[in-house]
């Protein structure tokens, strides 16, 4: 028999914990969480390496310092997280070409401001549809390998400095690495403290049930019946989805009767973005380790190469570890092979930049979020221009079922402060459909 709550929740990552947080603060409490992982957490997830704790998915909090406050940094600052501030924009001084030489700090600053313009030239020719002049004439492809770094680092990092992104705006330009043994996740911890049964730090309510992969939700104007891989079954009268656009792109819960064609198309239109951080530890430091040397940059004859390092040094003093991040196509094909491939071939970078005598990492860590059938991905990525129906049909509930996640969050999407704002605005959409409802029924007794 089908268990029975108000709600069910899909996901213990932010937006689906802020989800149930609102509800309890409403009275909520009858509600279900239902996990696929073993943990609670979904893209913010730690793991000990090379003695440390390291975060494979969200390492930043993004937007500190502005008028407003991230309410994801109030949470840093309630549960006393551990954080270091990092200056991102080093990296482009310190940019090594495929000999090992350090590019002149001029000619890295003519081509990061000629990226820049070149950006912007891009933008605006697409901003204006009736525009006909094409790209390529206004402005010229990277080519050479420091313009391919720096197209790199500008288009999969640092769009900010090409167009304003709400982030920043809104909250400030200041970005905190999060540098604490107990990791990211313990603001989660702490936040699930206020509505959930903990005990010494762990969640013992038998409302959250981990290892529950849901696969499919049946849904009519009455109720849902959501069923998981195990057959399990629970019944509600709303369900909250907030897997991950990766997620409902692939065939892992399936909709009985299937979603609208305009839910279908938008989940269909929203790009992926793949993002991975490999960790690798070693016998000792080879590289300049000052603080403003944190961020540094490998220009390669191929865009994306193992172009974007960063030492841990700032956050770990001692712990010896290297960072270095890939995205889209060179993480799904990083992915695809063994991690003693991967490490071989960042490797021989690092003894490009460094010179043959470095020694080898002793340990390596590649985290795989393409191929983690709960993610299918790192996060999403509108394009710069956003489609306003787009955003407005990823969030816009079907009946009974409503959708959360960084995805559906319009001015934040790609951040946890999106995932956690989302949390907020679906809940609330789902508290007003409730009253809506309780409204009905009563005027229907009313009526009998
Ligand atoms: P999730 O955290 O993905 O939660 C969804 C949950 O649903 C997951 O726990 C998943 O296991 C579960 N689930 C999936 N399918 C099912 C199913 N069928 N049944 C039950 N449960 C299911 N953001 C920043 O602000 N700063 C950063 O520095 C940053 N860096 C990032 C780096 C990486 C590598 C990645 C991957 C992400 C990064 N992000 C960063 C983005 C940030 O992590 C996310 O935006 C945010 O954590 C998403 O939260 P969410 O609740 O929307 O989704």
């Not at 000990?48 to 937007?63: D, H, K, P, Q, S």
């Not at 006909?132 to 770094?149: G, M, N, V, Y």
């Not at 019946?225 to 991950?244: H, K, M, P, Q, R």
Request: with cysteine; charged share 25%.
């Amino acid at each position: 028999t089908p268990r029975r709550c108000s709600v069910v929740i899909v996901g213990a990552g932010i937006s689906g914990l802020t989800a149930a947080k609102v509800l309890s603060e409403n009275g909520v409490d009858d509600v279900m969480i239902l996990e696929a992982s073993d943990k609670i957490g979904g893209r913010i997830r730690k793991e000990e390496f090379g003695g440390v704790t390291v975060e494979l998915g969200a390492g930043w909090i993004a937007g500190v310092g502005g008028k407003q406050s991230n309410p994801v940094w109030e949470l840093a600052l309630q549960s006393n997280l551990r954080t270091c501030f990092s200056d991102y924009s080093n990296a482009r001084y310190n940019i090594y070409d495929p000999s090992g030489k350090i590019f002149p700090s001029g000619i890295a600053a003519d081509s990061y401001k000629k990226a820049v313009d070149s950006a912007i030239q891009k933008l605006r020719s697409q901003e204006g549809n009736n525009n006909h002049e094409s790209f390529a004439e206004t402005t010229s492809t990277p080519k050479t390998p420091i313009e391919l770094a720096i197209d790199f680092i500008l288009h999969d990092f640092e769009m900010a400095e090409v167009e304003p992104i709400s982030t920043y705006v809104d909250f400030g330009e200041r970005e905190f690495l999060v540098a604490d043994e107990r990791g990211y996740e313990h603001l989660l911890y702490k936040m699930a403290e206020n509505f959930l049964f903990t005990s010494e730090g762990k969640i013992t309510d038998s409302r959250l049930e981990l290892n529950t992969v849901v696969r499919e939700v049946q849904h009519s104007r009455n109720g849902v019946l959501v069923s998981t891989e195990d057959g399990s079954l629970y019944e509600a009268n709303y369900v909250i989805l907030s897997v991950s656009i990766g997620v409902l792109q692939s065939d892992l819960i399936s909709f009985t009767p299937p979603l609208p064609r305009w839910k279908m198309e938008a989940i269909r239109n929203l790009d992926v973005m793949v993002y991975t951080k490999i960790f690798l530890k070693f016998p000792y430091k080879f590289w300049p380790c000052e603080p403003e040397k944190e961020f540094f940059i490998y220009a390669h004859e191929r865009r994306g190469y193992y172009t974007f390092w960063q030492h841990m040094e700032n956050a770990y003093p001692g712990s010896n570890i290297l960072v270095v991040t890939l995205t889209n196509g060179e993480s799904k094909r990083v992915e695809s092979q063994s991690d003693q491939e991967t490490l071989r071939e960042a490797m021989q970078v690092l003894r490009n930049m460094f010179g043959p005598d470095i020694p080898d990492a002793t340990d390596i860590l590649v985290p795989r979020w393409w191929n983690n059938r709960f993610q299918r991905g790192s996060y999403s990525n509108y394009p710069i221009y956003v489609n306003h129906q787009l955003v407005h049909d990823i969030k816009e509930p079907v009946g009974r079922i409503f959708f959360t996640g960084e995805h559906t969050s319009e001015k934040f999407s790609g951040y946890v402060h999106g995932g956690y704002l989302s949390g907020i605005d679906t809940t609330n959409a789902l508290l007003e459909e409730m009253r809506k409802d309780d409204g009905r029924k009563n005027e229907s007794q009313a009526f009998l």
